[in-house]
């Protein structure tokens, strides 16, 4: 046999492979050894991948299942395929949004309002420039807006440079602009992520700022995190371990 | 004797206009939707728009079901057409904080640290995966679809899907592990 025609085979289990293939597995290294590795490759797709679904799918479904049952019982064709995935659109987010409102009593309806973004474009233009002096303008630009609820594409701005810019000072920056929208549970998320991986001292203080003001849920494992580094600054470490009693 | 609780007993129920069934069906089958399109699009709110639009048409073209036809392998069929749809509107690449911040399999949000770093790179990995090998891979060790099933999805034999699933995570390999030195 040869090796493509064992390539199929690859990924089988041993004692699902025919006889002459697992005889060729046998004999070829090359086969055996790309075989290991591509499994290897394969459980940790499966280990690492296997996301859970969020809460909120079932009550939008749900709503519009009856929807549907209701048009089926007025034997009224239904509304167009646009129309109604831009309805559940907005069930999906209604759903999120109430859910978190009754559950833990920290998202505001404010949110969902519409509002006027007329200098947005300029502000996310200057996040994402090259020039750090330029983003850093842009973070302030953001941290002055006076709206209660910006729209989401300036909070994620602000939360991928948080993330991934290479300016401590713009990280900074960005990391208190954020504080004014610490109700939502993604800039949360994105700060603890920032404090359990962000190896400059100054983001770990801001995101230790956040996290006292804040008082996150899921703050301990990100504290732990931080507090498993060996070349903590000594400030950092004592206002972690401060916190970790006190949450 | 047929289970009248299988995934096919209840579709056919559905098709029949009895849609009280659609609700068990929603239940055994959004999370591998939602799983399928998350990795495939790296987008939450997208993915959970996507999946209620797959059970949308399954209610509104429940006629279409081919009675005894598997379910699953129906509804990744509405998936994947759904996601055709979205990509000839959109760049699958275009980045969001969504990559960022994308859900562990942890139930808690951070989990640990060295795993999730590892399934950050994986997923980043993924990501660079042209989009037509990050569907395959997605489809047969995400949503879980068998061989027979991705063959039957793209219309081609069992053999050349084993094949091409091998050489997708063989592409997936040699992205990631430049990442992973």
């Known amino acids: ?247 | 004797m047929p289970d009248a609780l299988s995934d096919e007993a209840l579709m056919t129920r559905v098709r029949e206009g009895d849609l009280d069934p659609a609700g068990l069906l929603f239940e055994r089958h959004s999370p591998t939707l939602y799983r399928f399109f998350l990795h495939t699009t790296r987008r939450e709110a997208l993915s959970q728009d996507l999946v209620q639009d797959v059970f949308v048409r399954v209610l509104r073209y429940r006629a279409s079901y081919r009675p005894g036809a598997s379910v699953r392998a129906w509804l990744l069929g509405i998936a994947r057409n759904r996601l055709a749809d979205h990509w000839a509107g959109t760049d699958p690449d275009d980045p969001s904080v969504d990559d960022l911040l994308l859900p562990s399999a942890d139930p808690s949000p951070l989990g640990d640290l060295e795993a999730e770093e590892q399934r950050r790179r994986l997923d980043a990995a993924l990501g660079r995966l042209p989009a037509a090998q990050r569907e395959l891979l997605v489809l047969s060790h995400i949503a879980g679809a068998s061989y027979a099933e991705i063959a039957a999805l793209y219309t081609i034999t069992v053999n050349a899907a084993r094949v091409r699933v091998c050489r997708a995570l063989q592409a997936l390999r040699t992205v990631y592990l430049p990442h992973e030195a």
């Open chain 1, 1 to 247: 046999m040869t090796c493509s025609a064992a390539e199929p085979y690859l990924l089988d289990d041993e004692a699902d492979l025919p006889p002459d293939v697992r005889a060729h597995f046998d004999e070829c290294a090359d086969c055996r050894r790309l075989r290991q590795d591509l499994r290897e490759t394969q459980a940790m797709l499966r280990d690492h991948l296997a996301t859970p679904a969020p809460e909120t799918l079932r009550p939008a479904f749900a709503a519009h299942l009856e929807e549907a049952k209701r048009d089926l019982a007025r034997d009224r064709p239904p509304a167009s395929d646009r129309g109604a995935v831009r309805s559940i659109g907005r069930r999906v987010r209604w759903a999120a949004a109430f859910a978190v409102v009754f559950i833990l009593g920290a998202m505001s309806m404010v949110w969902l309002q519409p509002r006027d973004g007329a200098e947005e474009p300029t502000v996310l233009a200057q996040l994402e420039s090259d020039s750090p002096s330029e983003r850093l303008a842009g973070v302030m630009a953001a941290s002055m807006e006076t709206e209660e609820a910006p729209e989401r594409s300036l909070v994620d701005a602000l939360l991928i440079t948080l993330l991934t810019d290479p300016s401590v000072n713009v990280r900074v920056a960005a990391l208190d602009a954020l504080s004014a929208y610490g109700d939502r549970e993604r800039v949360r998320l994105g700060v603890l992520r920032a404090l359990a991986a962000d190896s400059e001292p100054l983001v770990q203080m801001a995101a230790l700022r956040f996290v006292e003001a804040h008082q996150p849920p899921e703050a301990s494992q990100a504290l732990g995190a931080l507090l498993s580094q060996p070349d903590l600054e000594p400030l950092v470490r004592s206002q972690a371990e401060i916190l970790t009693v006190s949450i």
